[in-house]
């Protein structure tokens, strides 16, 4: 075992040598599944990054994380590993996130998931993408495992949303780190600001004779332990029972009492073919105009019965202006994707760039007037961050239409003092904003 590489070396549990599991391949995304058919709960487990020279295996096949995936099958949820780009160098962490976002996508799309049932987990490296989650904090995330993660940027990448700045926003969020007592010096130092940043938001398994990498480099009880926990305390988060394999070691959360989104707007979603969030379950109805009775007029023949009549106005006919106000009525309904944009609207008009930025997914796309384009929260602070603090922060809405998770507005923009004529479409999947297009 000594003379294999350290990722290709077995897994502490041993679980690949019991009962199989099911395990499906889609695209970059290997999905273990339990026994049954019922919707569960799932697990994304991230693998760290950059990968050693002339790596030719890739991290999903690495027996650690397939070990990960199959322990979490076994006690009862749907576990996915994904191979994403940091793999490759720290010059492809944004393209990672782009990647994982993706992935989760996928995953919460997938028959045997509960949507609003998913944790995440990242390793070593994937730490750098964790700081997005513990920022924004949808409200399928019910939690955050860390596992001898990476937590400072390296010098020269582009840096996303240090975790240690936002752990403990979201006080209802569980987040879990296992920490080696022998950690690498440029990992250690990073681990303990983030633990003194997280307070009692911040769970904590330690592993005192723990290297970075226990999991595959310390066949110990004390790894085992460690490794056994952690899975417990991930699977009780999403509500499920171990199926009697171990002792639940902390009791399951209560579901929240309410979401910021319907359940039908949040399913979702996956980069290539995302689902419209479901309109209101009633919308108001358009009443026609009454048509005047003329002076004289011979017996009319009994109505049509209208299908849907109103108890006001039986209608004779139907002018083409009363369709087209329908028509109209039909796409300017409240939505749920309507109500996200406005809710950003009126953190921008308060010059609230905190909750500005939570209104947007971690690598929403923004493609300005003219031309250039801002990706992720980072770019946003970045731009956005003069014109709240000068407090320049004004549009007004003259126009605004609905279709799907689409919202389109004529907007009358006074960032430079006179009002400019513009176009907004606002693109809204899983309760934030994805993408915006604004045309002059």
Same mark, same amino acid.
């Given at each position: 075992?000594t003379?294999?590489?350290?990722?290709?070396?077995?897994f502490?549990? @041993?679980? %690949?040598?019991?009962?199989?599991?099911?395990?499906?391949?889609?695209?970059?995304i290997? *999905?273990?599944?339990?026994?049954?058919?019922?919707?569960t709960?799932?697990?994304?487990?991230?693998?760290?990054g950059p990968?050693?020279?002339?790596l030719? =295996?890739?991290?999903?096949?690495?027996?650690?994380?397939?070990?990960?995936?199959?322990?979490?099958?076994?006690? @009862?949820?749907v576990?996915?590993?994904?191979?994403?780009?940091?793999?490759? @160098?720290f010059?492809?962490?944004?393209?990672a996130?782009?990647?994982?976002?993706a992935?989760? @996508? =996928?995953?919460?799309?997938?028959?045997?998931?509960?949507?609003?049932?998913?944790?995440?987990? *990242?390793?070593?490296?994937a730490?750098?993408?964790?700081?997005?989650?513990?920022?924004?904090?949808?409200d399928?995330?019910?939690?955050?495992?860390?596992?001898?993660p990476?937590l400072?940027?390296?010098?020269?990448?582009?840096?996303?949303?240090n975790?240690?700045?936002?752990?403990g #926003?979201h006080?209802?969020?569980p987040?879990?780190?296992? +920490?080696?007592?022998?950690e690498l010096?440029?990992?250690?130092?990073?681990?303990?600001?983030?633990? &003194?940043? /997280?307070?009692? !938001?911040?769970?904590?398994?330690?592993?005192?004779?723990?290297?970075?990498?226990?999991?595959?480099?310390?066949h110990t009880?004390?790894?085992?332990?460690?490794?056994?926990?952690?899975?417990?305390?991930?699977?009780?988060? %999403?509500g499920?029972?171990?199926?009697?394999q171990?002792?639940?070691?902390?009791?399951?959360?209560? #579901?929240?009492?309410?979401?910021?989104?319907?359940?039908?707007?949040?399913?979702?979603?996956t980069?290539k073919?995302? #689902?419209?969030?479901?309109?209101?379950?009633?919308q108001? #109805?358009? $009443?026609?105009?009454? =048509?005047?009775? !003329?002076?004289?007029?011979?017996?009319?023949?009994?109505?049509?019965?209208?299908?849907?009549?109103?108890?006001?106005?039986?209608?004779? !006919?139907?002018?083409?202006?009363?369709?087209?106000?329908?028509t109209?009525?039909?796409?300017?309904?409240?939505?749920?994707?309507?109500?996200?944009?406005?809710?950003?609207? &009126?953190?921008?008009?308060?010059?609230?760039?905190? !909750? *500005?930025?939570?209104?947007?997914s971690? $690598?929403?796309?923004?493609?300005?007037?003219? /031309?250039?384009?801002l990706k992720?929260?980072?770019?946003? +602070?970045e731009?956005?961050?003069?014109?709240?603090d000068?407090g320049?922060c004004? $549009?007004?809405?003259?126009?605004?239409?609905?279709?799907?998770?689409?919202?389109?507005?004529?907007?009358?923009?006074?960032?430079?003092?006179?009002?400019?004529?513009m176009?907004?479409?606002y693109?809204?999947?899983?309760?934030?904003?994805?993408?915006?297009q604004f045309?002059?």
């Open positions: 075992m003379d294999l590489p350290a990722h290709l070396r077995p502490v549990l @041993g679980v %690949l040598d019991g009962p199989g599991v099911r395990v499906d391949r889609l695209g970059e290997d *999905f273990y599944r339990p026994a049954g058919t019922a919707r709960g799932a697990i994304l487990f991230v693998h760290g990968g050693p020279a002339g030719e =295996v890739l991290p999903r096949e690495w027996p650690v994380y397939r070990g990960y995936a199959t322990a979490a099958a076994r006690r @009862g949820v576990a996915a590993v994904v191979d994403h780009s940091l793999i490759r @160098g010059d492809q962490v944004v393209t996130a782009d990647e994982v976002e992935a989760i @996508g =996928v995953l919460r799309s997938d028959p045997r998931v509960d949507p609003d049932r998913v944790a995440l987990w *990242f390793f070593s490296g730490g750098l993408l964790a700081g997005e989650w513990l920022d924004s904090r949808p399928w995330l019910r939690c955050v495992a860390l596992t001898y990476l400072a940027t390296p010098p020269g990448v582009e840096e996303l949303v975790a240690a700045e936002v752990i #926003k006080k209802n969020l987040v879990l780190l296992t +920490r080696a007592g022998l010096e440029e990992f250690a130092g990073p681990v303990a600001e983030f633990v &003194s940043a /997280g307070g009692t !938001a911040l769970d904590i398994i330690d592993v005192p004779k723990g290297h970075h990498g226990f999991d595959m480099l310390d009880e004390e790894s085992r332990a460690a490794v056994t926990k952690a899975l417990d305390w991930a699977i009780a988060h %999403l499920e029972e171990p199926d009697g171990n002792k639940l070691l902390v009791p399951p959360p209560a #579901k929240p009492a309410s979401r910021r989104t319907t359940t039908a707007a949040k399913r979702t979603v980069a073919a995302a #689902k419209a969030p479901a309109e209101p379950a009633s108001p #109805k358009p $009443t026609p105009a009454p =048509v005047p009775a !003329a002076p004289t007029a011979a017996p009319a023949a009994p109505p049509t019965p209208d299908p849907t009549p109103s108890p006001a106005v039986t209608p004779v !006919a139907t002018p083409l202006a009363s369709v087209a106000a329908a109209v009525a039909a796409a300017t309904v409240d939505s749920p994707a309507a109500r996200v944009v406005a809710r950003e609207h &009126s953190a921008y008009a308060a010059h609230d760039l905190e !909750a *500005f930025l939570a209104m947007y971690p $690598t929403a796309r923004i493609a300005l007037a003219d /031309g250039s384009e992720g929260r980072r770019f946003l +602070r731009y956005y961050q003069p014109r709240f000068a320049r004004k $549009t007004e809405v003259v126009q605004k239409l609905m279709v799907g998770e689409w919202v389109v507005e004529h907007v009358l923009a006074y960032d430079s003092g006179e009002p400019t004529p176009i907004a479409m693109r809204v999947t899983e309760g934030l904003i994805a993408e915006v045309r002059i």
